[in-house]
């Protein structure tokens, strides 16, 4: 079975300054709090095609494949290398503007555990909920990092600084 999650946020932030943080395809370890490291695999550095090996906190790893790409708008990724109890997985980040001044940030995944009808419970109970939490973490760390250029560490900033940042 496959399970869907997304989230998205609204900032207070051109579309287009989103989309420079986002094109930077390796850049992902600056505003996402469990990346330690996101390096390229390959030679292709953006764009359909181009791949990073994103390495967490606790060591472990991932690579994501971009297999679509829309110019200025977002990408979709497949996951691949990783140790979590997934069959597949595939993740999506994208951005769309309001107006000139506003846009809203998107995520979403979409995937398949490992179990069986117990891999359809974890998914469904747990996986999905802790996703939607780590994509607000994500889509935060990038609309602050897009404003002040100031990398995001292990933790987000205090609420107060997102008051003029995030649109509630």
């Not at 609420?159 to 940042?165: A, M, P």
Request: charged content about 25%; some cysteine; hydrophobic content about 40%.
């Amino acid at each position: 079975m496959t399970h869907h999650t997304e989230k998205s946020l609204k900032v207070n932030i051109p579309a287009h300054k989103v989309w420079q943080v986002l094109a930077d395809f390796s850049g992902i370890e600056k505003f996402a709090t469990t990346i330690k490291s996101s390096s390229i695999v390959g030679n292709k550095t953006s764009g359909l095609g181009a791949k990073r090996k994103c390495t967490f906190d606790n060591n472990s790893s991932l690579v994501e494949e971009v297999i679509d790409y829309q110019e200025g708008q977002g990408y979709r990724m497949v996951i691949s290398d990783h140790s979590l109890p997934l069959e597949s997985m595939y993740a999506e980040m994208k951005v769309k503007a309001i107006d000139e001044n506003t846009s809203e940030i998107y995520m979403s995944a979409d995937f398949v555990v490992k179990g069986g009808v117990f891999g359809k419970l974890v998914g469904h109970m747990l996986m999905r909920p802790m996703m939607k939490g780590v994509f607000t973490k994500v889509m935060s760390g990038l609309a602050y990092y897009t404003v002040t250029g100031e990398r995001v560490d292990k933790t987000l900033p205090k609420k107060e600084v997102f008051s003029n940042i995030i649109i509630s």
